[in-house]
Structure formats: structure tokens, C-alpha cells
Nanobody, 125 residues
Framework: QVQLVESGGGLVQAGDSLRLSCAAS????????MAWFRQAPGKERGFVAA????????EYVDSVKGRFTISRDSFKTTVYLQMNSLKPEDTAIYYC??????????????????WGQGTQVTVSS
């Protein structure tokens, strides 16, 4: 079993930056794509960004392209989401998710087996 724990959320103002972290522990999730999803109040959970095992491929939802960057450390134990130029519409609970599956449908939540508990990000205007 793989455990995922998110951290780094908080309350910021529009235009500020935050970096979320997702630490993996327990059984190694080899060849696992990792992703961030988010859920705003009254809305369904939606895809934000994903990265493949090697870190060479990434995918982003259009609304965060150019503002958010997903990365993972060389030990493949931590995934980051650098969020710049935050907007009030970025307010949500952010969830970390992990595979395993091939890098074919990284935006689909149902492909991810492992999930963290989430971290709240609130952006005030």
C-alpha cells in the first residue's frame, strides 16, 4: 500500500504563490504517474496536473498552464506543485494521486489508485 500525504496549503492573496508537496511512503509505486486534482465547494473533483514516472512528461489543465508547475524529486518519493499568480478561482482542496498505469490517460481520476487526504488552498481577492 502506498500512503500519500499533502502539505503546503494555506490562505494567500491573489497573485501570491504556494508550493504544495506530496510525500509518498510505504510500498514503492514503481512506474506510477502522479497527479494533482482539486475540488472546489459545490463542484466535482477536477484534474490539475500530472507527471510521469521519469518526470519527462507533464500534463496540465488549460486554466493553470503557465502558472502551475508539477515536478518530482529524483528519489521519486515527493511530488510538488508550484502555484504562481494564484487566483480566487484556484480556491479548492488539492489532492495528490498516484498510479499505477501507463501514461495514456493521466487526466482521468479513476485511473489513480492512491489518494491523499487533501490540503486546502484559499485565495482571497
Amino acid at each position: 500500500q502506498v500512503q500519500l500525504v499533502e502539505s503546503g496549503g494555506g490562505l494567500v492573496q491573489a497573485g501570491d504563490s504556494l508550493r504544495l508537496s506530496c510525500a509518498a511512503s510505504g510500498r514503492s509505486c514503481t512506474n506510477c504517474p502522479m497527479a494533482w486534482f482539486r475540488q472546489a465547494p459545490g463542484k466535482e473533483r477536477g484534474f490539475v496536473a500530472a507527471i510521469n514516472w521519469s518526470g519527462g512528461n507533464t500534463e496540465y489543465v488549460d486554466s493553470v498552464k503557465g502558472r502551475f508547475t508539477i515536478s518530482r524529486d529524483s528519489f521519486k518519493t515527493t511530488v510538488y506543485l508550484q502555484m504562481n499568480s494564484l487566483k480566487p478561482e484556484d480556491t479548492a482542496i488539492y489532492y495528490c494521486a498516484g498510479g499505477p498505469f501507463a501514461w495514456d490517460t493521466p487526466t482521468t481520476a479513476s485511473r489513480y489508485v492512491y489518494w491523499g487526504q487533501g490540503t486546502q488552498v484559499t485565495v482571497s481577492s
